[in-house]
């Protein structure tokens, strides 16, 4: 065997264990974004009831994309390991046509959601804001849903440490906003005048809610005054201020993987082609 020989045959190995191994890194990442979407939505509060919460269906599609996304991942990467190891051009072209489409179907998405993210936030938060006003704490024996949207907050208020939909304490739709809303209607007392869930459980229920008398919030305002006294008890922060703010401590993160899975695909594409272009063109028929 001459050395052009030799070095030929090592660069088309090398090809092959290249495209395996990414085969096997897009298989990995298909199977982490199924299980993904199955547990979105098969846990306690999963894509649907949060869709419910912000009243559109965006999660619940952004669940079901996961799903598909990674069951497409699972295929494409099946089809791209028996294209490797038996050499056929077909498999590998299949590979390669479908792994490209499903690029430029996620950078599409990416730059749908960039473009539209300002009118997609003020229609979460609007849906929100009807949600909570029209459905939370009414009729929980009667309305599974409302039950289920109630449930939701109130988990959703203690894990953020945050009262309502968005602003802080001078805003009418944070802590302020179920002084509009039905649950608050229904007290004939007009007290409390938030749930227990917007509160400290280390602090003064009763002062936070409002059923103590208090000179402040949330008997009181928005706006807060200099003669009010503040409630160190409540939560006054929006709950979808705390979301967002969550998701950019980890923007970084997020951004950082989605580049790196892009630069992935975009090697082991590279990778494929030239492997593809390697096979002899008798082998796309010895694959039937």
Request: with cysteine.
């Amino acid at each position: 065997m001459t050395r052009r020989n030799k070095i030929s045959t090592g660069c088309h190995q090398f090809l092959k264990y290249a495209n395996l191994l990414f085969s096997f890194i897009v298989f990995l990442a298909g199977g982490g974004l199924l299980g993904l979407g199955i547990y979105i939505l098969g846990s306690d509060y999963g894509a649907k009831q949060v869709s419910e919460v912000l009243g559109t269906e965006l999660y619940l599609i952004a669940a079901y994309a996961l799903i598909a996304t990674g069951g497409v991942l699972l295929v494409i990467s099946m089809c791209g390991c028996c294209g490797v190891l038996r050499e056929s051009r077909w498999l590998l072209g299949s590979f390669i046509f479908s792994l490209s489409v499903l690029v430029l179907v996620l950078v599409a998405a990416a730059i749908i959601v960039f473009v539209f993210r300002g009118k997609m936030e003020g229609d979460v938060i609007h849906s929100m804001e009807v949600v909570l006003i029209k459905k939370y704490g009414v009729d929980l024996v009667h309305h599974s849903d409302n039950r289920v949207i109630t449930d939701f907050w109130n988990w959703l208020q203690r894990e953020l440490k945050c009262c309502g939909v968005t602003g802080n304490i001078n805003s009418t739709t944070s802590w302020a906003i179920y002084r509009h809303s039905a649950w608050y209607k229904g007290f004939e007392t007009g007290k409390p005048y938030v749930p227990q869930s917007c509160c400290n459980p280390d602090g003064d229920i009763n002062i936070c809610t409002g059923i103590t008398d208090y000179n402040g919030l949330p008997a009181h305002g928005p706006p807060f005054t200099a003669t009010m006294n503040t409630n160190p008890h409540l939560y006054i922060r929006g709950c979808y201020d705390e979301l967002v703010q969550y998701v950019e401590t980890h923007a970084v993160i997020i951004g950082v993987s989605a580049i790196a899975g892009v630069v992935v695909m975009l090697i082991g594409l590279v990778f494929s082609v030239f492997l593809c272009r390697r096979i002899a063109p008798d082998t796309f028929y010895s694959a039937y």
